[in-house]
């Protein structure tokens, strides 16, 4: 099997690179770079069944040879990163969405629309089952981001319906491990970069807005049984282990301080301000997972506390060799 991967270098993506190359596939991993980094693949440019382009998927891709899988996440994926590149997470959820899914069309692979819990906003139904239709302002600043997404969706749908393209969609909720950015400016990466800094953590709002988070191998784990699965429609993959946003900072306090981070034994969690950039923030996030459970036989096996542990491991050594 040949997969290619676009948005490879990013978090999830080299994830997922490397589990496909554990299960004997070739993996052909595009990425522009512009969130991704090189540094997340460094460990497999020795794998001859590994080959990396550098690309902007929102122009024609040309590959030589069989392909059997195209699996579409190239995007900036948190709120710092597309707030400063709103205008290139708009064309990769279009253009980039369209471009991937005509390499597919051309080369007759299956494809995977790496989606997004943001398709359902700030949800009025919870927890969030795939046939909700969600609550989304398209005009805010979330809404660079969300409607990407939710055309591309769309976008997958029309090119499975009129082309018979065979397609599926993977609706990912938070998800969190080693190789996310320090300041990549989702939650438990900012938490752990003031506390290394010896900063207080700081909690928008009041606090009480919910989060499922999911350690990144089970995600990965879940994507692969969906690929393989005959599910056309969405299906949610994440946690559903709802924490507040205040007790997953005082978790990441508790965490540091047992592992002995420098600055934790002077930080504190406090709430501030929610700034307006964040005023379209999802109030509550938990995904309804009964179809995974039920059609593909997946279900999280990592607990939040031992995830938690292992993703500050990394980013205790991470910022201690970006120190030097």
């Known amino acids: 099997m040949r997969s290619v991967v676009t948005g490879g270098a990013g978090f999830l993506g080299s994830h997922l690179c490397d589990y496909l190359l554990a299960q004997g596939h070739d993996v052909v991993c595009i990425d522009n770079l512009i969130t991704g980094n090189t540094d997340n693949i460094a460990h497999l440019f020795g794998n001859e069944k590994f080959s990396f382009i550098k690309h902007d998927v929102t122009h024609e891709m040309f590959l030589a040879g069989q392909v059997d899988f195209v699996l579409h996440f190239a995007s900036p994926a948190s709120p710092v990163d597309y707030l400063k590149y709103p205008i290139q997470t708009l064309k990769v959820g279009s253009l980039g969405t369209h471009k991937a899914l005509g390499l597919a069309k051309h080369k007759g692979a299956r494809f995977l629309l790496a989606s997004t819990s943001e398709v359902y906003g700030d949800p009025l139904v919870h927890p969030q089952r795939e046939d909700y239709w969600g609550n989304v302002n398209p005009i805010g600043f979330r809404g ?179 120190a030097k």
Request: charged share 30%; hydrophobic share 35%; glycine share 6%.
């Open 144 to 322: 660079v981001y969300d409607e990407a997404k939710r055309f591309a969706e769309a976008m997958t749908m029309a090119y499975h319906r009129y082309h018979k393209l065979d397609t599926r969609i993977v609706r990912i909720f938070n998800t969190y491990g080693p190789r996310m950015r320090l300041n990549d400016g989702r939650a438990l990466p900012t938490f752990v970069s003031q506390v290394l800094r010896g900063e207080k953590i700081t909690v928008y709002g009041n606090g009480k807005q919910t989060r499922s988070f999911c350690y990144v191998s089970d995600l990965v784990r879940g994507i692969c049984k969906l690929l393989t699965s005959d599910e056309v429609l969405p299906v949610n993959i994440g946690n559903p282990d709802e924490v507040t946003m205040y007790e997953a900072a005082q978790e990441v306090l508790e965490l540091s301080r047992e592992l002995g981070m420098p600055g934790a034994k002077h930080s504190e969690v406090t709430l501030v301000p929610m700034p307006d950039e964040n005023a379209d923030d999802p109030k509550v996030r938990r995904p309804d997972i009964t179809k995974a459970r039920t059609i593909l036989g997946w279900e999280p096996e990592v607990n939040r506390r031992d995830g938690f542990r292992t993703t500050i491991e990394y980013f205790m050594k991470k910022g201690n060799v970006e």
